[in-house]
Structures are given as C-alpha cells and as structure tokens.
C-alpha cells in the first residue's frame, strides 16, 4: 500500500520568506512518481512538477525547488522569496508503477501574508 | 489548448435524486480519472478508464456510483439515490499515453445534497 504524509496542515509566512512544504511517502515499489500538485482559492489542481523514483535529481524552477531524497522518501518542496500569489494548498502525491490511481497527501495550506 | 472541462461547476440536490456529473478530458488523452474532495476524507480516487480496457472501479464507494466514457472521450459519474454524505467536490482528471505522465486535473463539480 501507498501513502504520502505532509505533516504541516497549516503555514503562514511574510511575504519574502522561504518556506518548505515537507512530504514523506511510503511505497514498496521500485519504480513510482512523485508529484506536487497546488490548489489555489479557485479550486482547479494545478500541476507542478513530476519526479521519478529512479531520477534523485533535485530540480530548481525559477523560485520553486523540489529536494528529493529516497533515503529519507521524502519530496520536500521550497519556496524562496515567497509571494501572496503562492498562497495555495499544496498536495505531495504518489503513483506507483503499474497502479493507475494518484494516493494524496492530505494537503498543506499556504498562506502568505503581505 | 482546451484544458479538462466539467459541467456542471456546482450542483444542488435534494437527498434520494439521482445526479449526472460530465467530464470533458483534454483532447487526445487516453487515460482519464475520477477523484473525490471532501473536507473529512481529503482526494480520493474513484474510478480510472483507459482505452477500450475494463475500467477500473476499485475506489467507488458503494453501488449507487457508477461511471461510463463513451467513445474513449466524455465520461459521465452518475450518482443514485444521493445521500448528504455525497456531498464533495468531484474532480476529473485526464493523462496522455504514456504511463508516467501527469495528471490534469479540470475545474471540479461542487455537488451539495440538502
């Protein structure tokens, strides 16, 4: 079975802070996708990023960066330089190889304050 | 491009009527999702459908759910006899060919049962 656990339900920050989204995972399988998916006021899932089990890479978009480490199964999410605009809640998801459906994380509400 | 379309964006029935809840996937994607969003139970998976394969119904809560994807596009969730617990946001989302690729998710249908 499949789990993903974002123990942060809540974060507030200032505006210009960093702040990490923390996501540990638990799978039996070999090869799986991670994924992190953002939710703003609107409601409509957007998607952010994909990472696969066998690629540690850690990836940097503009002021989003993504660290994953299989050591730990965790896909901790950063955002520097936060803005009000982030002000989200952010979902970690997993999918494994061979299984079709997304197991969620129950989600972390991002609020930035200006 | 068109991104995944639901219709209808809200919907409010009385407990016991039957409710139809439609899916429009991005073009040319053959895979396509049904989740659920609901503030005690987080996202959950309802229902997957690629191709012409038996779809996968492993997360239908009870027998009252049921869904159909005709001609490998539109999908339709029906819900009989509806029971306030329905209550949720219902999401769709739509994948392309290749097993690892992202999910997008549509807009959503808020269903509310009085």
């Known amino acids: 079975a499949q789990k993903v656990t974002q123990a942060q339900t809540e974060i507030s920050v200032v505006e210009k802070e960093d702040v990490t989204l923390d996501c540990v995972y638990e799978t039996r399988d070999t090869t799986y996708y991670l994924f992190w998916y953002k939710q703003p006021p609107s409601g409509e899932l957007v998607f952010l990023i994909r990472r696969n089990s066998f690629d540690e890479q850690n990836e940097i978009s503009g002021r989003y960066s993504w660290n994953f480490q299989k050591s730990t199964s965790s896909f901790n999410f950063t955002i520097t330089a936060s803005q009000v605009v982030d002000s989200a809640v952010y979902f970690c998801a997993l999918r494994a190889e061979g299984a079709q459906k997304l197991v969620f994380g129950q989600g972390t509400r991002l609020t930035i304050n200006p | 491009g068109a991104g995944v379309s639901q219709s209808p964006s809200n919907k409010v029935t009385e407990k016991g009527k039957d409710v139809e809840l439609r899916c429009d996937p991005i073009s040319g994607h053959t895979a396509l999702y049904w989740y659920r969003q609901s503030l005690g139970q987080g996202l959950e998976f309802l229902i997957y459908f690629q191709g012409n394969s038996a779809p996968d119904k492993s997360g239908l809560p009870s027998d009252r759910f049921s869904a159909e994807r005709t001609g490998g596009s539109v999908s339709t969730l029906t819900i009989q006899r509806t029971q306030q617990e329905d209550s949720a946001v219902y999401l769709c989302?739509?994948?392309?060919?290749?097993?690892?690729?992202?999910?997008?998710f549509g807009p959503g249908t808020r269903l509310t049962v009085l």
């Open positions: 989302a739509s994948r392309g060919r290749l097993s690892y690729n992202e999910q997008f």
